[in-house]
């Protein structure tokens, strides 16, 4: 993050799923451990989980239903156009689960934790178990997880960081997906601070 900043990292947040993440980068902000706040969520599923965890931590949330878009353009515009009448400066995918299409203006502004080491075991169709499934089906002794710019492909931007956990001989796809969690939990907001804005 850069030096010398007079107020907080204004962060817009996007998510498909449970909310964990979100949560989590709420929790460290709130210890004053991220010298962050979250401006807005943006969620593009009206089922999913993180809505309700959003609303129970009192935070600005955008439902902008990527099923209501023909194109991924006219979907990316719209959360973009969101996070900007917010205020946001960074855009912090964290379990979201739909390609964008990065508009200039927001290049080097969107980054993403990704479930794995990259490259390996990203790509579209990789997200959630499935990459801790296919981590343990090739008998891979690290796994980890991956904070990295978003460009206009699946996990193909430039890497920020990375975290890594060994891969037990006895793990399950659910028992690696509990470990490499709790290194996102770190990951995520110290690639935040690190974020050269």
């Known amino acids: 993050m850069a030096t010398g900043r007079k107020t907080p990292l204004a962060l817009g947040v996007l998510v498909s799923g449970g909310g964990r993440s979100l949560e989590n980068l709420a929790r460290v902000i709130a210890n004053k451990e991220l010298d962050a706040s979250i ?20 935070l600005k949330l955008a439902l902008i239903e990527s099923r209501a878009y023909n194109h991924t353009t006219d979907f990316s515009r719209a959360v973009f156009a969101a996070l900007e009448q917010s205020g946001c400066e960074l855009a912090v995918l964290a379990g979201f689960l739909r390609l964008l299409e990065i508009p200039t203006a927001w290049e ?21 178990m499935r990459v801790h499934e296919a981590v343990i089906a090739s008998k891979a002794k690290v796994s980890g997880c991956t904070v990295h710019y978003v460009n206009n492909e699946y996990d193909a931007g430039a890497i920020l960081l990375q975290r890594q956990v060994p891969v037990e001989p006895s793990d399950t796809a659910e028992s690696l997906a509990s470990r490499v969690f709790e290194a996102e939990k770190v990951a995520l907001p110290d690639a935040i601070r690190i974020w050269p804005g």
């Open 39 to 58: 401006a807005l969520v943006v969620c593009n599923d009206p089922a999913a989980a993180a809505i309700a965890r959003a609303q129970r931590l009192g």
């Open 108 to 128: 080097g502004r969107v980054i993403n934790i990704h479930p794995s080491l990259l490259p390996a075991f990203g790509g579209k169709g990789f997200y959630g």
